[in-house]
DNA sequence: ATCATAGTCGTCTGCCTGACGATAAACAGT
DNA sequence: ACTGTTTATCGTCAGGCAGACGACTATGAT
């Protein structure tokens, strides 16, 4: 900008298009799951791919990415101070994208956004038959994640993800496993009101170990503003009833919760 | 993408302009600076921005960030192997910022990249009478960093930053302070050989805080990986001669150099 | 010689962590 | 009713790391 030319001299200006693309993440069962789409039409026809689409002209980054969230999944962002019964979601920016080659129709560069959210029934086909899925991540990526069971390894043939999705995928995975440990957002993949061993398989499925019980337990109690007991208890994953809770108003966990080395 | 509408739905398409944004970082001194440069031109003539321009058609965005970076200062992009004496910096991708208004004359988006140098002798001014410089980044937010000595509070009027650039500085100097907790990203703000005084005068000018020189001597000799012995010495901070070292090849601190709270 | 400055090595105490024993409260089956 | 299984929760103990701070060393300045 402060070579000879004017910062804003036009030969210089050259046309983008600007899409947002999702990584939407949720823990179904034991397993860190993201939203794919299947493409009905080239390049890419028949694979999956991240959801996404182009940014409006009034609306802002943020703004596209909640749109097409709510677009595919019916979750509404969540806003602070807000506590929406059900159908909330956290959304941040991860990173942009934008390697001349990476779309072969034209010049885009794609600002994907991370979304965490409770587990739901199912993704929501907003109009197109072709459909999307939840997925495991381990199948998603092709690769077998840390501390894997050793199971289900021949669920898929490992269709790699359309475009460079796979590596913004991979790439939003690694923000959720290093966020959770120094933030309360693991909660996001909670329902509103959870049970501390529910807290606990959710770290578990994203980090893909197996962490203790007992000083888990302890960890997450002892942080301040990280939980609040909501009072009631429940029995629904079977054994002694557990207590309830809700997340607390921490946002960053001080201590945080170290995933564990190796 | 899903909607109704293709997901390439021409009437879908918006022309958007893509550039990058440069947050450069050192450290002066015993304050935490930034490269500014003095805009030539409306919008927000003679005030001061972030160095940045327009991506290129065969470029990518690391690449155009790189390209701005050594138009603006001399430095090249430290690659991971390769050891240049000097001018070598650290570069990643920070944010993109969208929002409709953000510039008056057309839909911008900027993708933000935060650079970490050492002290530099002179911005090289790149033909641009204008000039740039490097400003304190207390000056340039208009605020008073933590711990900040309470001294040289009237050096500038703040004139704020042109566009969203204080936002986007922000957003980078948050950035530098998180990352040098738990990387070896701090060893990007010394020369290649450093003593570990200097690498402590840089925590305590990007978190703005004062260390205990000797608790500090402990943890950085005693994290494997971070520094290694380069065998000489050196006086020229004064007192007794200080071992030199260089930055070893770890990337990730563990245990990491957690900041001071309050 | 003395002081000021900066670097380096130790010590001590408290907190956090991982490993793991023990108890509690539900359900399933006999 | 009893037993086994599952999950939750409380405790204990040893090791590591961090903050606070004392002590000593090696240079230059006065």
């Given amino acids: 900008m402060i070579t000879g030319m004017s910062p804003y001299d036009p030969s210089a200006f050259l046309p983008f298009a600007v899409t947002v693309d999702l990584v939407v993440l ?21 694979r999956w ?24 999944t019916g979750l509404c962002v969540q806003d602070p101070g807000s506590d929406a019964p059900t ?22 560069v794609s600002v994907a956004h991370l ?25 998603l990526l092709g690769e077998d994640l840390i501390g894997g069971d050793g199971a289900r390894r021949d669920a898929e043939p490992p269709a790699p993800l359309a475009f460079d999705h796979a590596r913004i995928l ?13 933030s309360s957002l693991a909660t996001a993949f ?10 606990r398989r959710v770290y578990e499925a994203v ?6 019980p007992r000083n888990f337990h302890r960890k997450v109690t002892g942080t301040p503003g990280f939980l609040v007991p909501s009072g009631g208890t429940t029995t629904r994953q079977g054994g002694r009833p557990a207590q309830l809770f809700r997340a607390g108003g921490a946002t960053v966990l001080n201590p945080p919760m170290l995933r564990p080395e190796i």
Same sequence: chains 1, 2.
């Fill in 26 to 46: 949720t823990v179904r069962g034991h397993a860190l799951c993201a939203l794919a789409v299947r493409r009905g039409e080239p390049p890419f026809e028949g």
């Fill in 49 to 72: 791919a991240l959801p996404g689409g182009f940014v409006r002209g009034e609306e802002n980054l943020a703004e596209a990415a909640a749109r097409e969230l709510a677009e595919e």
């Fill in 87 to 108: 159908g909330t979601a956290h959304l941040e920016q991860l990173a942009t994208y934008g390697d001349p080659g990476r779309d072969p129709r034209m010049r885009v």
């Fill in 115 to 139: 979304a965490l959210a409770p587990d739901l029934p199912a993704p929501r086909a907003g109009g197109d038959a072709e459909g999307a899925r939840w997925a495991p991540v381990r199948d």
């Fill in 170 to 182: 991979a790439d939003g995975v690694e923000r959720a496993r290093s966020k959770i440990e120094y």
């Fill in 190 to 199: 909670c329902p509103s009101e959870f049970t501390v061993g529910e807290l």
């Fill in 207 to 212: 980090w893909g170990v197996a962490l203790d």
